[in-house]
């Protein structure tokens, strides 16, 4: 269910911040030993991108990028993407951002999961 929620606010935020282009998702399972998986998954898009600037603080709590508000109409909470980053990190995992201004934006994360045999 929390996987679920992680994968629901990225795609979110990818298609509100995208007035024209794609949003991709993309998963696929690495690192297959024993009964340890890694899943990794990416959210890209071709949106309005983040300033590098605003790139170290996309996580925190009530963290808003005020131009990405202004060109879309969107308001938020700022709370998506913090939320996101400790349910990742909460399961051990690892999430992340690359972005270019004017060319879209990359959200990844990695969760590492055990395989149950049945």
Same mark, same amino acid.
């Given at each position: 269910?929390?996987? +679920? =929620?992680?994968?629901? /606010?990225?795609? @979110?935020?990818?298609?509100?911040?995208?007035?024209?282009?794609?949003?991709?998702?993309?998963?696929?399972?690495? /690192?297959?030993? #024993? %009964? /340890?998986?890694?899943? +990794?998954?990416?959210?890209? %898009?071709?949106?309005? #991108?983040?300033?590098?600037?605003?790139?170290?603080?996309?996580? *925190? *709590?009530? $963290?808003?990028?005020?131009?990405? =508000? !202004?060109?879309?109409? &969107? !308001?938020?909470? @700022?709370? @998506?993407?913090?939320?996101? !980053? +400790?349910?990742? *990190?909460?399961? #051990?995992?690892?999430?992340?951002?690359?972005?270019?201004? #004017?060319? @879209? $934006?990359?959200?990844?994360? %990695?969760?590492?999961?055990? &395989?149950? /045999?049945?």
């Amino acid at each position: 269910m929390r996987l +679920k =929620q992680v994968i629901m /606010n990225l795609i @979110g935020n990818a298609i509100k911040f995208t007035v024209k282009g794609s949003v991709t998702l993309s998963a696929y399972i690495e /690192n297959k030993t #024993g %009964d /340890n998986i890694l899943l +990794k998954v990416t959210v890209a %898009d071709t949106g309005l #991108g983040i300033d590098k600037n605003d790139l170290p603080h996309i996580f *925190e *709590e009530f $963290s808003q990028i005020a131009n990405a =508000q !202004k060109a879309t109409r &969107h !308001k938020g909470t @700022g709370l @998506g993407l913090a939320i996101c !980053k +400790k349910i990742i *990190e909460l399961q #051990g995992g690892h999430i992340s951002v690359n972005s270019i201004p #004017g060319q @879209g $934006s990359t959200f990844s994360f %990695d969760l590492p999961l055990r &395989h149950h /045999n049945t």
